[in-house]
């Protein structure tokens, strides 16, 4: 039990890492792209081309991690999460933007889908939704000391968060490398399966036992894009916030996130099961949209973007927890299908954010109300609730 903590605490490190870079860029991108005279659109691509290679990669890291083991395929990504990084900071033109921001795609892309695998191998059923919300937690707490760090330091230097950010990675990968054992399960996992089970399509588990499960995946990404991708230009073009104050907003928002998918999701979904949390957080994320619309103060902006937060924080961890019980995959194929999806929300989101905030800023909000009222409608009418005769019949989970 001592080593499955240690072990997950190195996972908790290594993805809060790798979501300091995402963290960094929401607060200081919005001046970036106003530097070379690009809009929202640009904004929305350059967020959108890490969706894209996410999307495309993170099936082939899940299965390639199933074949050959978690660990060397969570230290790929890791390097290759450092590289983009320093290669991010050293940009010097737009298009240097982007080819670093596609580099990290592919390359990070290999940590998510390994990590939750790499649970799901070490975690009993019971245990899983905490496993699951301790990265959760760990994305959170990327997103409030990435954006505090991009927001208090873009001011003076643009570059100095990535090169940290790259300083960070390469202490991620030694510690998984020197600390961090492989699995006992994934190798025996792997060998009784059929290989082609690693080429299953997206399309093809889409229609099968977590089709649905893969669908809210990539709903409530979409609807969640639509507030991180647009949010700082509309902070600066609204209120007339700089670096620093949407860093702030940020940063206090990701630490209530954090607080909810690292203490309360595990206890949550134990009591009340996975399928309710979803609903709820669907439900209530929709409300929180609308009222990111209203405010005008900054403690109003804070308060109704803490709202949104604290509902939407609750759904990536208990859907990413309900396709770990459920699969019949493998579990590195599994939660690659599942980045993939939640990589597809990441480049349709941003690509219609900064298209509908060019438009209308408020625009984008009103579209994550309409995708999250669709995503509850899905969960309350075509997903069941776990039930004991499920677990059974799924002994693996």
């Not at 800023?361 to 309350?380: A, H, K």
Request: glycine fraction near 12%.
């Amino acid at each position: 039990m001592q080593s499955n903590k240690k072990n997950l605490a190195i996972l908790f490190f290594t993805m809060v890492v790798i979501m300091l870079g995402f963290g960094m860029i929401i607060p200081v991108m919005p001046f970036y792209i106003k530097s070379f005279g690009a809009s929202g659109k640009a904004l929305g691509a350059l967020m959108a081309v890490y969706g894209i290679t996410q999307f495309a990669f993170a099936p082939i890291w899940g299965g390639l991690s199933d074949r050959h083991g978690r660990k060397p395929i969570l230290m790929l990504g890791v390097l290759g999460n450092a590289i983009a990084q320093l290669l991010f900071g050293l940009s010097t033109q737009l298009w240097m933007l982007f080819a670093a921001r596609a580099l990290s795609g592919i390359l990070s892309a290999a940590t998510l889908p390994t990590a939750m695998a790499y649970i799901g191998d070490t975690t009993s059923h019971k245990q899983r939704g905490g496993g699951m919300g301790i990265i959760g937690a760990a994305m959170g707490i990327g997103m409030v000391i990435g954006p505090g760090l991009g927001g208090l330091l873009g001011g003076t230097n643009l570059s100095a968060p990535f090169f940290l950010a790259a300083a960070l990675s390469f202490l991620a990968l030694v510690l998984i490398w020197l600390v961090l054992p492989e699995p006992a399960r994934v190798r025996t996992a792997a060998s009784g399966e059929k290989k082609d089970n690693r080429l299953v399509g997206l399309f093809k588990a889409v229609t099968g036992p977590i089709g649905i499960l893969l669908l809210l995946s990539f709903l409530l990404t979409f609807g969640l894009t639509n507030f991180e991708a647009v949010f700082g230009l509309y902070a600066a073009d609204r209120y007339e916030y700089g670096p620093s104050q949407v860093g702030m907003v940020l940063t206090l928002i990701g630490l209530l996130s954090a607080i909810v998918q690292g203490g309360l999701i595990g206890p949550m979904i134990r009591k009340f099961g996975e399928v309710p949390i979803i609903r709820w957080g669907l439900l209530f994320s929709a409300v929180g949209f609308i009222l990111m619309t209203l405010p005008q103060t900054f403690l109003q902006v804070f308060l109704a973007t803490g709202f949104f937060v604290s509902f939407n924080s609750l759904l990536n961890p208990s859907v990413a927890s309900l396709v770990s019980k459920r699969t019949p995959y493998q579990q590195g194929i599994t939660m690659g299908l599942n980045n993939s999806y939640l990589s597809l929300g990441r480049i349709v989101g941003p690509l219609w954010a900064g298209f509908a905030y060019d438009i209308s800023m408020n625009l984008p909000f009103l579209t994550g109300v309409v995708i999250m009222l669709v995503g509850y409608f899905i969960s309350l009418f075509a997903l069941v609730p776990q039930t004991a005769e499920f677990a059974e019949i799924n002994p693996q989970v």
